[in-house]
């Protein structure tokens, strides 16, 4: 396998790997057990003051607990910690509670080591020891150095705050990127295409548009809500705005912000009845498909009536749109939920992509350029869409598959790691990690496909 250069990620995704790693060399330097242990399960909880982490060690599928208590307040962890939990702060949708990070052991007596964390942005904290249970001003210490919404912040903490009198200081609702500002990414896609305008930026921005939601303007729709409760009903009959462009293509509109909505809808409102308009939220992904199933329109257009509006061809879009995609991968990548990226990464249904280079008669897959001058590439990049692929290099070739045959495929391979995603957010799994999981994954099927078929076998027959 040859080396491919990589684009730089985000300094915080960058940041917030090399924390990981620096945590996972603390718990190394501190661990007292006996050689053989398969992985390490510690986890970390700021609470009351100080931050408790409990160990469970995993020998041979065997989990055992260990060591559980507060770390010592001169430990040069806790600022590793903190920044950690500094880098995961989204406004509005606040960090962690708690953050767990495994570490597994390969090859011993000399065995190789690989560290991967996740982080539990909703989840009510464990009790670890004798530190007792998540408590009200635990709450309001965690929202006051992290904000949330109203709406970001878990039923179950809100209800510890109500039960103790506690007044939680929410956030306000323009300060979550989910409501007025739905899409930022894609409005900064938009912003760097008008910059530097070209295939590799046109993908960076079709990238984003395989993930989050955006906004359509319905005005004048006849909305029937549906039986269940939702707003919009199968009854209903939806007119979605679109705008003529110049060279008579009509493109459909779509809106990263609720001010850029309001903003073309007073320029275009020709019916005074209407003083607003209807909103209706979208996933971004959703109007690729619309677009490309409909001959109707010729293109997309971001934010029409911004600065920084960008026009989609129908040609790429057909082509990012109808190329297999993992929108769920993505979409968890972007919420920081790990479980979320293994539950879709296992998923037997879905797709991953790579992007390869010619050498004569091999596809060389492109590999993560190592960060130590002169030492041999060991991740292997794997992609969620045709777009991620294009935003690192327009010139690669794509090739797809099911993910159990591109894990297969980086398993039989010299790789160490795989890096899914060559531009931010990214994450770096193991090998040996992947190889554990799928293992567990593999014999969990056969074991419910056993389960049913004794089912089947014991049913009555008619």
Request: overall charge negative; proline content about 7%.
């Amino acid at each position: 396998m040859t080396s491919e250069p990589q684009p730089d990620t985000t300094s915080a995704v960058r940041g917030e790997r090399e924390l990981v790693t620096r945590v996972g060399e603390w718990v190394m330097s501190v661990l007292r057990s006996e050689p053989g242990w398969d992985a390490m399960l510690v986890e970390f909880k700021p609470q009351g003051g100080r931050v408790h982490l409990r160990v469970v060690e995993d020998r041979g599928g065997v989990a055992t607990p260990g060591a559980a208590g507060p770390i010592k307040q001169d430990s040069a962890v806790l600022e590793t910690l903190a920044e950690l939990q500094r880098s995961c702060y989204v406004p509005g949708r606040g960090s962690w509670f708690s953050a767990s990070v495994t570490i597994t052991a390969t090859g011993w007596p000399e065995p190789s080591f690989g560290t991967t964390a996740s982080y539990h942005f909703h989840d009510q904290p464990h009790v670890y020891a004798q530190e007792g249970p998540y408590t009200a001003q635990d709450v309001l210490a965690q929202l006051e150095a992290f904000p949330r919404t109203r709406r970001r912040t878990p039923q179950w903490a809100v209800a510890l705050a109500e039960e103790a009198g506690v007044a939680l200081p929410f956030a306000e609702d323009s300060q979550d990127a989910s409501d007025g500002d739905v899409h930022p990414r894609l409005r900064a896609a938009a912003e760097a295409y008008l910059q530097d305008p070209g295939e590799r930026a046109m993908a960076a921005a079709l990238r984003e548009a395989l993930a989050g939601t955006v906004l359509l303007d319905v005005s004048g729709s006849d909305l029937v809500p549906g039986e269940d409760g939702q707003p919009v009903g199968p009854e209903s009959h939806i007119r979605v705005q679109t705008v003529n462009q110049p060279d008579g293509t009509r493109a459909l509109a779509v809106y990263t912000t609720a001010d850029q909505a309001r903003e073309m809808f007073e320029r275009s409102n020709k019916n005074p009845d209407l003083t607003q308009p209807v909103l209706l939220r979208q996933r971004a992904s959703a109007t690729l498909e619309m677009v490309a199933k409909d001959s109707q329109y010729g293109e997309i257009v971001v934010d029409p009536a911004s600065e920084h509006a960008l026009r989609m061809p129908r040609q790429q879009i057909e082509w990012v749109s109808r190329s297999p995609h993992n929108e769920a991968l993505k979409q968890a990548l972007l919420d920081d939920n790990m479980s979320g990226v293994l539950g879709a990464l296992f998923n037997p249904g879905g797709h991953l992509l790579l992007g390869t280079r010619e050498e004569g008669d091999n596809a060389v897959p492109v590999m993560v350029k190592p960060s130590e001058e002169g030492a041999a590439p060991d991740t292997l990049l794997v992609f969620t869409s045709a777009a991620e692929v294009a935003a690192l290099d327009p010139g690669l070739t794509v090739r797809s598959a099911p993910t159990r045959r591109i894990l297969d495929f980086v398993l039989d391979s010299d790789a160490e790691a795989i890096c899914i995603n060559a531009i931010a957010p990214v994450t770096t799994l193991p090998t040996t990690q992947l190889r554990e999981m799928l293992e567990l994954v593999t014999q969990h099927e056969k074991d419910l496909a056993a389960e049913q078929g004794s089912s089947q076998d014991d049913a009555p027959q008619q």
